[in-house]
Each structure stands twice: as C-alpha cells, then as structure tokens.
C-alpha cells in the first residue's frame, strides 16, 4: 500500500486498502505457516511434559501462567506505532490487567518517542518489530530487508536493552528470502486472524464490531495505535471479549510451551 504514509494520519485509499487485505485473505502469505494450536502441540510433544524454557527477549516472555489449551485465549496486537495516543493505549491496557504485543516501526516512531517503547517493555508488552520503514519486504533483495530489520533491531535494543524475537511483515507479504532473513535475525513472523481495517475509517464503533465479528479462540487481533478512531475503540473491545470468556495474552504466551522459533511464520 505505497499511498500510506506511517508518522502522519495521512489515509490510504480504501479500496486499495481493502484490496490488499482481501488479497492477503484469500492467497495468505507465499510460505507454509504455523498455528498456535499446532506450535503448542509440538512443543508440549517435544518436551515430554516438561515445561520449555523459551527466555524473556523483547518484553513479556511467556510466563506459563496462562494454559491456552485449557483457557479461550486472545492475542491483542498493535502495529506501526507508538505514536501519539499510545500512552493512553498504556493505561488502557493498564487498568484492564492486559498485556499486548506491538510491532513497532523504526524511523518516525521509535526514534520519536522512546520514552513510550521503554514503557511498553517496563510494563510487561511484547516488545515486536514491525520493519524500519514500512517498505514491503518481499520487494526487497536480501539486503534491504535486512537493513529494513536489522536497524529496527538495534533502535529497540538501544531503548529497552533487547532485541524483539517477532516482527509482522508489512501488509503481511512475505517469501523465503524474508523467511531465511528473519531467521538469521532471530525472528518470528506472526500474521493475524482479526483485523478493523482501521486505516480506513475514524469509525470507533465500526472498528469495535469488526474485531468482535471476527473474535476466535487462539486469534491473534490487528491495529493500528496510530489512527484516531482505534485507541476509543479498545476499552469496548476488552471488555467484551471479556465477557465472553476470553484471556488477553501476548503472542509467545499465545504459543506457550513453545519458543518463537525464528523464521517461522505464526498464523491462527
């Protein structure tokens, strides 16, 4: 989606946005991905019953205080951030016990305001890279996307003291060569299950029902903290997703037992 422009509230054209994303939905990336449900499965395989230590790195580590194969869990994400209206995303999320996982952009967001990523980590969120610039990486040759990471990577790391172990490819394209970056980066790729489409529109009780229509077991839910209309549109989406019996979790708590393995692409 060349026509957005991360740093500023400049939109893109909806129906190349929703062009996009339908295209995402109905081919999904260009390499085989991995569930949740099936990472645990292999993990608590693997491990013969033993709990597997999978680190901290990034911000909240999983914790294996939360059983998703028992409790209805949910993974709250935000990308593109932080921004401006992330402090009061912070005490949102705060105030309703819920950690989250943001993927975060390098040049106009996380050198703007470092104070926030440092707060993000501090508070218990994953700590994830959502590229440098926001260029589609599967454009790119092996280079550009590793500068496209590898400085978001080290910008992090500067602020909070860790790298991040996940990124989100922008627009969700991603294919081997991204794949085997990543990896040598010590990355995870995590797509999504649920999105609001909330670039396009300011509609705070639209981008409410979208999420809630699409709300799953082991989904894993996308927005973006810099659109005026998303921040509103949390405090009603937590708490219904509450009273439907669901538990808010981090991506890697979303995967519990098993570790981010680099590379790997995650997709409910």
Request: proline share 7%; aromatic share 4%.
């Amino acid at each position: 989606m060349p026509s957005r422009t991360y740093g500023s509230r400049v939109r893109v054209v909806p129906a190349l946005a929703a062009a996009a994303v339908l295209t995402l939905a109905l081919a999904g990336c260009s390499v085989d991905s991995t569930s949740p449900a099936d990472a645990r499965a292999a993990a608590a395989s693997d491990s013969d019953g033993k709990p597997l230590a999978s680190g901290k790195g990034g911000g909240a580590g999983p914790t294996q205080a939360v059983d998703c194969e028992k409790a209805k869990c949910i993974a709250l994400t935000f990308d593109a951030g932080p921004g401006k209206d992330t402090p009061e995303l912070l005490d949102i999320l705060k105030k309703e016990k819920v950690h989250a996982t943001f993927f975060l952009l390098g040049k106009n967001h996380v050198l703007k305001y470092p104070d926030v990523v440092r707060r993000l980590a501090a508070e218990g969120h994953e700590v994830a890279n959502h590229t440098w610039t926001h260029e589609r990486l599967d454009k790119l040759d092996k280079g550009g996307i590793r500068e496209e990471l590898g400085r978001t990577q080290d910008a992090i790391a500067e602020i909070t003291g860790e790298k991040p172990r996940l990124m989100r490819p922008p627009q969700g394209r991603t294919d081997d060569e991204v794949k085997a970056v990543s990896k040598e980066l010590g990355l995870s790729q995590v797509l999504w299950s649920a999105t609001a489409k909330d670039y396009s529109t300011t509609d705070s009780a639209l981008i409410e029902k979208r999420i809630l229509d699409q709300a799953g077991r082991d989904g894993i839910i996308l927005l973006h903290d810099i659109y005026d209309g998303t921040v509103p549109a949390v405090p009603g989406i937590i708490s219904e997703l509450k009273n439907r019996g669901y538990t808010f979790v981090t991506v890697p708590e979303l995967l519990s037992p098993a570790a981010p393995e680099p590379g790997t692409v995650y997709r409910p």
